[in-house]
C-alpha cells in the first residue's frame, strides 16, 4: 500500500510502497478516507534526533478517518462492523493509568516513558491507505459526516474545543475573548467559541486572507497586528482588556500581545509551538491574577462532542483535499504558508473521484 514516511529526523517524507497491516489481538484496521496535515506533522519531520521519543522510519498522520477494514481476532465486536465509518483518537497512552482510564490520553501519566505519542506520532498513521488502531476504544463514530470533515476534527477541531473548555469560566455573557493565528486550528476555535459561548470573538492574524477567513468563520472583529493592536483589543473590550487569549501561533510577540491585552484576572491559552518565550514573574506587565494554560489536544469524551457541531452544521473546517501521493508537495507547500486553512490528504484511489488531481484544492467553505 502507499503511505507516506519519515525516514530520518530532518528529512522530507516520502511516500512509498509498504505493505498493507494485518490486525492482531484488539487491533482494528481501518481502510483510510482522509488524512489531515497540520504544522505539527512538520514540528516532527524538523525535529532533531533525540529530541521526541520516536524511532523512524514511522508512517506520519495522525487525523486520521475511515472505514472498518477488518478486526483482530479479540478486538471487541460491539458496535463495530466492516464497513463502518470513525475518526480516531489520536493521542495514544499506556491504556492503564488513571488518566488513560478516564479517556484522557492525552494526559497520560506515562507519557514520560512511552516511545510514541499517538497515531502518526511514533507510531504508524493515516497518511496511508491503511491504518492499524490498537483498539475499538479509539474509534469515534462519525455517520455520514464527509471524512475530509471527520479528520481534521479530531486534532484541530479537538484541540480548539480542549483549549476553550479550560477558559469556559471566564467566556460568560458581556465578556471578549481574542484569537490569535486564524489557521487550521484558529478558524475552527472562532467558530466553536460562537456556537458555545456568548462572548464577543477577536481575532488577529498576519494575513489578510486569514482576517477575511476569520470573518466568515464569524469574529465579530479582525485586524492585523500592528504597535498599537494590544490598545486596539483592550478598545473593542470596553477599554478593559480581553478575558481571554486563545494564541494559535506561540511566538515571543503574539504571547507579548497576549499578556499586553489581557484584563485582570484573564487567561492565556498557548496552543501554538512557534517558540516564543514569556518570562513570568509576580511584578512586571503581565496583568495581576493572569492565568496560564498548556493544554495538549483533547480527552476521548470531548471528541464526540466536537463532532457533534460539526452535524448541526455549528462548525465546518476548510479545508484543500489532496491526492496522497502529492504529500511531498503538499508539506512543501504548508511551510512556505500557502495552503489555505487546512490540507487533508487523500488516496489515490479515493481522490480519482475528486475534480482535481492536483493541490489545487477543491474548497469546503465555513457557511457563516
Given at each position: 500500500?502507499?503511505?507516506?514516511?519519515?525516514?530520518?529526523?530532518?528529512?522530507?517524507p516520502v511516500v512509498t510502497e509498504v505493505e498493507r497491516p494485518v490486525p492482531r489481538a484488539a487491533e482494528v484496521l481501518l481502510?483510510?478516507?482522509?488524512?489531515?496535515?497540520?504544522?505539527?506533522?512538520?514540528?516532527?519531520?524538523?525535529?532533531?534526533?533525540?529530541?521526541?521519543?520516536?524511532?523512524?522510519?514511522?508512517?506520519?498522520?495522525?487525523?486520521?478517518?475511515?472505514?472498518?477494514?477488518?478486526?483482530?481476532?479479540?478486538?471487541?465486536?460491539?458496535?463495530?462492523?466492516?464497513?463502518?465509518?470513525?475518526?480516531?483518537?489520536?493521542?495514544?497512552?499506556?491504556?492503564?493509568?488513571?488518566?488513560?482510564?478516564?479517556?484522557?490520553?492525552?494526559?497520560?501519566?506515562?507519557?514520560?516513558?512511552?516511545?510514541?505519542?499517538?497515531?502518526?506520532?511514533?507510531?504508524?498513521?493515516?497518511?496511508?491507505?491503511?491504518?492499524?488502531?490498537?483498539?475499538?476504544?479509539?474509534?469515534?463514530?462519525?455517520?455520514?459526516?464527509?471524512?475530509?470533515?471527520?479528520?481534521?476534527?479530531?486534532?484541530?477541531?479537538?484541540?480548539?474545543?480542549?483549549?476553550?473548555?479550560?477558559?469556559?469560566?471566564?467566556?460568560?455573557?458581556?465578556?471578549?475573548?481574542?484569537?490569535?493565528?486564524?489557521?487550521?486550528?484558529?478558524?475552527?476555535?472562532?467558530?466553536?467559541?460562537?456556537?458555545?459561548?456568548?462572548?464577543?470573538?477577536?481575532?488577529?492574524?498576519?494575513?489578510?486572507?486569514?482576517?477575511?477567513?476569520?470573518?466568515?468563520?464569524?469574529?465579530?472583529?479582525?485586524?492585523l497586528p500592528r504597535a498599537d493592536t494590544a490598545r486596539v483589543l483592550r478598545t473593542q473590550a470596553d477599554g478593559v482588556g480581553?478575558?481571554?487569549?486563545?494564541?494559535?501561533?506561540?511566538?515571543?510577540?503574539?504571547?507579548?500581545?497576549?499578556?499586553?491585552?489581557?484584563?485582570?484576572?484573564?487567561?492565556?491559552?498557548?496552543?501554538?509551538?512557534?517558540?516564543?518565550?514569556?518570562?513570568?514573574?509576580?511584578?512586571?506587565?503581565?496583568?495581576?491574577?493572569?492565568?496560564?494554560?498548556?493544554?495538549?489536544?483533547?480527552?476521548?469524551?470531548?471528541?464526540p462532542e466536537v463532532l457533534a457541531l460539526a452535524r448541526s452544521g455549528a462548525v465546518r473546517v476548510e479545508t484543500e483535499r489532496?491526492?496522497?501521493?502529492?504529500?511531498?508537495?503538499?508539506?512543501?507547500?504548508?511551510?512556505?504558508?500557502?495552503?489555505?486553512?487546512?490540507?487533508?490528504?487523500?488516496?489515490?484511489?479515493?481522490?480519482?473521484?475528486?475534480?482535481?488531481?492536483?493541490?489545487?484544492?477543491?474548497?469546503?467553505?465555513?457557511?457563516?
Amino acid at each position: 500500500m502507499q503511505a507516506v514516511r519519515l525516514t530520518a529526523w530532518q528529512r522530507d517524507p516520502v511516500v512509498t510502497e509498504v505493505e498493507r497491516p494485518v490486525p492482531r489481538a484488539a487491533e482494528v484496521l481501518l481502510r483510510v478516507e482522509a488524512a489531515g496535515l497540520c504544522h505539527s506533522d512538520v514540528h516532527v519531520v524538523d525535529a532533531p534526533a533525540g529530541t521526541l521519543p520516536y524511532e523512524p522510519p514511522f508512517t506520519l498522520g495522525h487525523e486520521v478517518a475511515g472505514r472498518v477494514e477488518a478486526l483482530g481476532p479479540d478486538a471487541d465486536p460491539d458496535g463495530l462492523s466492516v464497513g463502518d465509518r470513525f475518526v480516531v483518537y489520536g493521542p495514544w497512552g499506556c491504556g492503564s493509568c488513571a488518566r488513560c482510564a478516564a479517556g484522557q490520553d492525552n494526559y497520560c501519566d506515562r507519557r514520560g516513558t512511552l516511545s510514541w505519542h499517538g497515531v502518526g506520532l511514533g507510531r504508524d498513521g493515516g497518511m496511508a491507505e491503511y491504518v492499524l488502531v490498537p483498539s475499538a476504544r479509539h474509534l469515534v463514530p462519525i455517520g455520514d459526516l464527509p471524512a475530509d470533515q471527520a479528520a481534521p476534527l479530531s486534532d484541530a477541531g479537538l484541540t480548539s474545543y480542549h483549549a476553550i473548555a479550560g477558559l469556559r469560566d471566564l467566556l460568560g455573557e458581556g465578556t471578549t475573548v481574542a484569537v490569535i493565528g486564524v489557521g487550521g486550528l484558529g478558524h475552527v476555535a472562532i467558530q466553536i467559541l460562537r456556537a458555545t459561548t456568548q462572548s464577543r470573538v477577536l481575532a488577529v492574524d498576519v494575513r489578510e486572507e486569514a482576517l477575511t477567513l476569520a470573518d466568515r468563520s464569524g469574529a465579530h472583529f479582525a485586524t492585523l497586528p500592528r504597535a498599537d493592536t494590544a490598545r486596539v483589543l483592550r478598545t473593542q473590550a470596553d477599554g478593559v482588556g480581553v478575558d481571554a487569549v486563545l494564541d494559535f501561533a506561540g511566538t515571543t510577540a503574539t504571547l507579548e500581545l497576549a499578556a499586553a491585552a489581557l484584563r485582570p484576572g484573564g487567561g492565556l491559552a498557548l496552543v501554538g509551538s512557534g517558540g516564543g518565550r514569556l518570562t513570568v514573574h509576580k511584578t512586571g506587565f503581565l496583568p495581576p491574577g493572569f492565568r496560564l494554560s498548556l493544554p495538549f489536544w483533547g480527552t476521548l469524551p470531548e471528541l464526540p462532542e466536537v463532532l457533534a457541531l460539526a452535524r448541526s452544521g455549528a462548525v465546518r473546517v476548510e479545508t484543500e483535499r489532496i491526492p496522497l501521493s502529492a504529500a511531498p508537495e503538499a508539506f512543501a507547500r504548508l511551510r512556505r504558508g500557502q495552503v489555505r486553512a487546512r490540507a487533508v490528504l487523500v488516496p489515490d484511489s479515493t481522490s480519482e473521484s475528486l475534480a482535481s488531481h492536483t493541490c489545487d484544492a477543491t474548497i469546503s467553505a465555513t457557511p457563516q
